[in-house]
């Protein structure tokens, strides 16, 4: 069975648009900001795309746009002033960042009550420890439970191996199913014998960026898999992480690329949006320097 991403966030958009549509009505206007330093070529096509999901479901989105040659400080100058304004809900930075800026430093300086990302130490910390609290989350792991869910993919006591272990993808998602009582298995590029414990999956998540890295002989009969992978092969054409023509013989769920993992990180930063405008996350006293 093809897990159809395409599909799902189409039906996400619909009920975003008629939530964000009463929002309006009650004098709410759910307002994106999202900051890209520099000219990276992918990253301006993630930008433009998150732009025309968010026009599409009715969210104001900002579209800050600041030169490669940006310091640290100005981006923070930028981050704070957004912070201060209560009608941006959602602050989002485009990460690769040039050299010169940390990172680090600059998603902790975004209010955890505006991390539409949900990398906010303190949002992952709430992530890690479970907690009862309501906050943002990385979208593509949240993306990902909803088609779990959506597919009605078994969570409890099932063995989840994530390929690949980054905080964008690998880490939180482990997290997450940890919460609904998943077994989880972290795996990378030096763990010894990945295929060995690849083919113990009953949910076998690929976040590597290496095409086809995953082949049908690594994959149990039946397993659930997520490709996160976005590639090009030596002809040019988007691949994922898994062996797709492969995979399909063995998997008994399996989702596409394109067409998966990746439409639904676009609507759940969407879905963030809103619910971040709604109010349903927990504004609790923050530290961060405003």
């Given at each position: 069975?093809?897990?159809?991403g395409?599909g799902?966030s189409k039906q996400?958009?619909?009920?975003i ?6 929002l309006?009505t009650?004098?709410?206007?759910p307002?994106l ?5 520099g000219?990276?070529p992918?990253?301006q096509?993630y930008?433009?795309n998150?732009?025309r999901?968010a ?5 104001t989105?900002?579209d800050?746009?600041m ?9 923070l100058a ?5 912070n ?12 690769p960042l040039p ?5 680090s430093a ?8 505006k ?6 130490p303190?949002?992952?910390g709430r992530?890690?420890?479970?907690s009862a609290?309501?906050?943002?989350v990385?979208?593509t792991?949240r993306?990902?439970m ?12 099932a063995?989840?191996?994530m ?5 964008i993808?690998?880490?939180?998602l482990?997290a997450m199913?940890?919460?609904r009582?998943?077994?989880?298995s972290?795996?990378h590029k030096?763990t010894?014998?990945l ?8 949910i076998l998540?690929?976040?590597t ?6 082949k049908?002989?690594d ?15 030596e002809?040019?054409?988007l691949?994922?992480?898994v062996?797709f ?5 063995v998997a008994?769920?399996?989702?596409p690329v394109?067409?998966g993992?990746?439409?639904m990180t ?6 963030q949006?809103l619910?971040?405008?709604e109010?349903?996350f927990?504004k ?5 320097h405003?």
């Amino acid at each position: 069975m093809l897990i159809d991403g395409k599909g799902l966030s189409k039906q996400m958009d619909a009920a975003i648009i008629e939530k964000v549509n009463t929002l309006k009505t009650a004098g709410i206007e759910p307002k994106l900001a999202v900051i890209l330093v520099g000219h990276d070529p992918a990253s301006q096509i993630y930008v433009r795309n998150k732009h025309r999901k968010a026009k599409l479901v009715g969210i104001t989105s900002i579209d800050k746009r600041m030169p490669e040659t940006t310091t640290q400080d100005e981006l923070l100058a930028v981050i704070h002033e957004y912070n201060r304004d209560a009608s941006i809900h959602g602050i989002l930075v485009q990460l690769p960042l040039p050299q010169q800026i940390d990172e680090s430093a600059i998603i902790q300086a975004i209010l955890p009550s505006k991390d539409v990302d949900g990398f906010s130490p303190v949002n992952l910390g709430r992530l890690f420890e479970d907690s009862a609290e309501a906050y943002p989350v990385p979208c593509t792991p949240r993306g990902i439970m909803t088609m779990l869910d959506t597919y009605h993919v078994p969570l409890e006591g099932a063995h989840a191996v994530m390929v690949g272990s980054s905080n964008i993808v690998g880490r939180p998602l482990g997290a997450m199913l940890l919460n609904r009582n998943a077994t989880v298995s972290y795996t990378h590029k030096f763990t010894q014998d990945l295929s060995g414990i690849t083919r113990t999956a009953d949910i076998l998540v690929v976040a590597t960026g290496v095409a086809h890295l995953i082949k049908g002989q690594d994959i149990k009969p039946g397993a659930t898999v997520i490709d996160v992978g976005m590639d090009r092969d030596e002809n040019g054409k988007l691949v994922g992480d898994v062996d797709f023509d492969e995979a399909v013989q063995v998997a008994g769920k399996i989702t596409p690329v394109p067409g998966g993992v990746g439409p639904m990180t676009i609507t759940t930063l969407m879905q963030q949006t809103l619910e971040l405008a709604e109010g349903k996350f927990s504004k609790t006293r923050e530290r961060q320097h405003v």
